[in-house]
């Protein structure tokens, strides 16, 4: 199965908000795509499946991760209340070599929601899954998907295998 990257340079619907004060060293953020369209992404698909009830509570929380990620700093510099951001769970993984390793899959969270996510090299952000979670508690096949996914993205060579499979966005379009 082929992965690909999409970045998120805007969020909101019907029209995308872009946040264009963006510095050089601003964290890039991609969802998984299992092709080369937006609609393919897995956060794409989780926000289908949320109620609707939470879409402006999502639309929030894309929002301001935007803009917490434009300048470059670190993310608990702008996620300041104890549990806005924190470790969900330990992946092991092997890497594109074959090494075993270990890496932290992290969680932001926002009222009832949750995103989960990784860090890969040169300020990369790679979201994993959004859910609606009233406890942080991961259930076992919650633990066992985002394991899963973590693993896939963390034994591509990286970033050059992450690079290569970028889909190019313009102007909120893919091109």
């Known amino acids: ?7 998120i340079i805007a ?21 998984i795509c299992l092709a080369q369209t937006e609609k393919s992404s897995l956060i794409y698909k989780d ?40 470790p969900a769970l330990s992946v092991s ?5 074959g090494a075993s390793k270990k ?5 932001i969270r926002q009222g009832d929601l949750r995103l989960y996510f990784i860090y890969r090299s040169k300020r990369t952000i790679i979201l994993l899954k959004l859910m609606v979670k009233h406890t942080d508690d991961l259930t076992d ?16 060579k990286d970033p050059d295998d992450i690079e290569n499979r970028i889909l190019h966005v313009r102007e909120g379009r893919i091109v």
């Open 93 to 97: 993984y092997k890497d594109f070599k």
């Open 103 to 107: 890496q932290t899959v992290f969680r």
């Open 47 to 86: 926000r289908l499946d949320i109620e609707k009830i939470y879409h402006s509570a999502i639309n929030n929380l894309f929002s301001t991760l935007l803009i917490n990620t434009s300048s470059g700093q670190d993310l608990s510099v702008h996620y300041h209340k104890e549990g806005d951001i924190h």
């Open 1 to 7: 199965m082929n992965f690909y990257f999409h970045p």
């Open 11 to 31: 969020y909101g619907y019907p029209e995308p908000i872009f946040i264009h004060e963006r510095s050089e060293n601003a964290w890039k953020i991609y969802m």
């Open 141 to 156: 096949s919650e633990k066992n998907y985002l394991s899963k996914l973590a693993s896939i993205v963390l034994k591509m």
